[in-house]
């Protein structure tokens, strides 16, 4: 038995994992990175449009603070998410923008003086003030009252995932390529690290460890079509739920991007829209203020994908023989901006459909695109089950977006979560010692080598292949945009089916190194245990919330549904998991719910919804007259950070308004 020990152990070299082991790093503790790929290639890359960060340096953005990202945030999950972990991510996230700075991400900046955009299809004129050249950009994103995503260019996760990784590399952190975890090794009440299998050649290993960071991305690939690397299978949370112990939190919560090109599912960033991009139907006609006369293209990403569903329902889409379509049209923002700010999408335009976005529009429609859910964490990044396990990024379910994700706020969340997250893991790392029977660890370890000789020697007759592919479709077909109780029940039934099938697979290739037969056969009954939970938890949630669309439950309610999905497999044998709930607790709430601000607000109310608001308005009485921003704030609802990221962020705003000799907090960037 092969025993590797860390301090601690990060499974996933993407932002989020990388910036964790930074943290861990920094205090002087031992730490190893596990990754499928080379940190480099991780999904995190293919993130284009930016990072929302409320720098407030742009005349769009003026005015920009905490609040407003806050409140934005808390709106866009349609009030599912868990206000301190927002508020904790508002406030770190300008930080996070510098750091990142200081470690080499050439952003975008401000050119002063006039400055040319698109704005609901007209050319507008701005002016960028003098003190504002050199500063960070940003661009206007979905669902947010400023202009807030930190760019460059349309490479942006390209950039942070390069900077971040020489970053790691400056400081000597290993990162073990070409290894997939496969098993947590735990005692019912502690994770003390992973059991993990070479892919090139077969052999396991027991990495131990005081602190384990699921850092592994989301599960777009339990879909048929999906703009996830093929790498985003779900394996993360498949650890955790397979202890038995540890919870899955809010799974169903699937968001669809408005804009992946047909038939490739290949993004083309939000970005597009933000920069006056506009949708337009088989006639040309431009409908997305027919839906959304305010916000138009850029409502929250979840209203777009059902806008543009709806739309085609109605046989307005343009029929292909991948099925119909809608076009996303830049052609108006012109040759010099498009090869400049969304380069990227070109070239994507120009490999995989042959056209130019210059000159023409081009084919999307919704597809899946991210997991709001993942692994149930506390505000520390914590398993409340299992100690000492963490979760990261889009693995965990943290959970700063509720049922649904702003544009620009993933790629915030992996830096920022991993800023906060790692230190509490540096902590926990520091405050507990590494304990640990080995008789333990080679329980697991023969457990999965037993899984694996099952499949090699076995006699089993199910292809892996064919029922990943029968999987995907499932879920694309029955666990989509909208969605319904029937076809549900048929999406769970059609899994059961095949979790029963998988107790059958079998090997043409019995080959135990670089075997990607077994490689699939290993994944893909974690990967339908997966997909049972987000069709179930969808199948239990009789209401429409965020990304999470019933067409026979259309209200978003609060008096019965307002609360967290958690979600426990019971055992080897068992077909579906255990379901609970977390309730959202009203009255600690600093934004009570109330409407977002698209169509028709049917939302059922809360009980507690309005005694809030009055408890709300009692604590301003107290305060008298425009309190501080910051008082006010702790009034309504006190949070907790790591005291080396609790100063204030300075602003160019802030700037102008006081003399050089007083003290600004954080210079702007």
């Not at 390529?177 to 098993?183: N, P, T, Y």
Request: hydrophobic residues 35%.
């Amino acid at each position: 038995m092969k025993i590797i020990y860390t301090d601690s152990l990060v499974i996933g070299a993407g932002l989020a994992g990388l910036r964790v082991a930074i943290a861990t790093k920094e205090r002087g503790l031992d730490t190893l990175v596990l990754s499928l790929i080379p940190a480099k290639r991780s999904h995190s890359a293919a993130a284009q449009g930016g990072m929302q960060a409320s720098l407030g340096n742009t005349v769009k953005g003026m005015g920009d603070n905490e609040d407003i990202h806050f409140q934005d945030t808390v709106k866009g999950s349609d009030w599912g998410c868990d206000q301190d972990v927002a508020r904790m991510f508002a406030h770190v996230a300008p930080k996070a923008i510098r750091e990142l700075t200081n470690w080499g991400v050439p952003w975008s900046r401000i050119s002063a003086g006039p400055r040319e955009v698109i704005m609901n299809a007209q050319r507008v004129t701005l002016n960028e003030a003098e003190e504002a050249h050199g500063l960070i950009n940003a661009r206007d994103f979905g669902g947010t009252k400023k202009w807030r995503t930190c760019y460059t260019a349309d490479g942006t996760g390209h950039s942070l995932l390069y900077a971040v990784d020489n970053q790691a590399i400056s400081m000597g952190i290993p990162v073990h390529e070409r290894i997939e975890a496969l098993s947590l090794i735990h005692d019912g009440k502690r994770c003390h690290g992973v059991i993990a299998r070479c892919l090139v050649t077969g052999e396991l290993r027991a990495y131990v460890a005081k602190s384990t960071t699921i850092a592994t991305g989301g599960y777009g690939k339990i879909y048929e079509i999906s703009t996830n690397a093929t790498i985003c299978e779900g394996i993360g949370q498949a650890l955790a739920l397979d202890t038995g112990v540890a919870t899955l939190g809010n799974m169903e919560a699937v968001q669809f991007h408005p804009t992946a090109i047909v038939p490739a599912g290949i993004l083309t960033t939000e970005g597009c829209r933000g920069d006056g991009g506009i949708l337009r139907d088989k006639d040309g006609h431009r409908f997305m203020p027919d839906y959304e006369p305010e916000k138009k293209e850029l409502a929250s990403r979840d209203v777009v994908s059902r806008r543009m569903t709806e739309h085609m329902r109605k046989g307005n889409g343009v029929e292909s023989p991948y099925g119909p379509h809608l076009w996303l049209d830049i052609t108006q923002l012109g040759r010099e901006h498009i090869e400049t700010n969304l380069r990227e999408v070109k070239e994507i335009c120009d490999y995989f459909l042959g056209i130019d976005p210059c000159k023409d529009w081009i084919p999307v429609r919704p597809t899946q695109h991210y997991s709001m859910g993942g692994v149930r964490t506390n505000a520390t990044g914590e398993s409340p089950q299992l100690k000492g396990l963490f979760s990261v990024g889009e693995a965990a379910c943290w959970d700063m977006h509720g049922f649904n994700r702003l544009g620009g706020n993933s790629v915030a969340e992996t830096v920022v979560g991993g800023m906060i997250i790692g230190k509490y893991v540096a902590d926990f790392c520091e405050n507990n010692d590494l304990e640990i029977d080995t008789a333990l660890t080679q329980k697991f370890i023969d457990k999965l080598q037993q899984e694996i000789d099952g499949l090699v020697e076995g006699n089993g007759t199910e292809n892996p292949f064919q029922i990943k592919k029968e999987m995907q479709r499932i879920m694309m077909n029955y666990v989509g945009i909208f969605r319904n109780g029937p076809e549900l029940d048929k999406a769970i039934k059609g899994l059961k089916d095949l979790l029963l099938r998988a107790k059958n697979l079998g090997l043409k290739c019995k080959k135990r190194h670089a075997n990607p037969e077994l490689v699939e056969a290993l994944r893909v009954t974690r990967m339908l245990k997966v997909a049972l939970t987000v069709a179930c938890g969808a199948e239990a949630r009789t209401e429409s919330r965020g990304a999470h669309s019933r067409e026979d439950y259309p209200q978003r309610n609060d008096k019965d549904w307002l609360n967290r999905t958690l979600a426990t497999w019971p055992d080897a044998e068992s077909l579906e998991p255990v379901l609970r709930y977390e309730a959202l607790d009203v009255m600690k709430m600093e934004l009570p719910p109330g409407y977002r601000g698209y169509g028709n607000d049917n939302t059922i109310a809360h009980p507690d919804t309005e005694k809030r608001v009055q408890e709300i308005n009692q604590v301003l009485a107290r305060l008298g007259d425009n309190p501080d921003r910051n008082t006010l704030q702790r009034a309504l609802m006190p949070y907790e950070l790591p005291s080396h990221l609790q100063a204030p962020n300075g602003r160019l705003s802030d700037t102008l308004a006081i003399t050089p000799a007083q003290p600004v907090g954080n210079k702007p960037l």
